[in-house]
């Protein structure tokens, strides 16, 4: 199979165009991955929140500091 030396100028516009292409693909990933984090470092926070007040509502019932 005879292979003909394609030129470099003629291949650089279609490597260009592949290289944006994947950098656009990796930014999306990224982009997702870091608003999947931001989503589950959230829902992580409040559900701390969450806790940490019912313990304190808690404690402050047994003690009764205040009546619900």
């Known amino acids: 199979m ?3 030396i394609i030129p ?3 291949l650089l516009p279609y490597k260009s ?3 944006f ?3 656009i693909i990796v ?3 990224v982009t997702v991955c870091f608003f999947y984090f931001l989503l589950i470092s ?4 409040s559900a701390f929140l969450v806790l940490l007040f019912n313990n304190v509502a808690v404690f ?3 003690n009764d500091v ?3």
């Open 2 to 4: 005879n292979k003909e």
């Open 8 to 10: 470099i100028k003629f």
């Open 17 to 19: 165009k592949i290289y």
């Open 21 to 23: 292409g994947f950098l």
């Open 27 to 29: 930014l999306k990933e």
């Open 42 to 45: 959230c829902q992580a926070i």
């Open 60 to 62: 402050l019932k047994k």
């Open 66 to 68: 205040i009546t619900f």
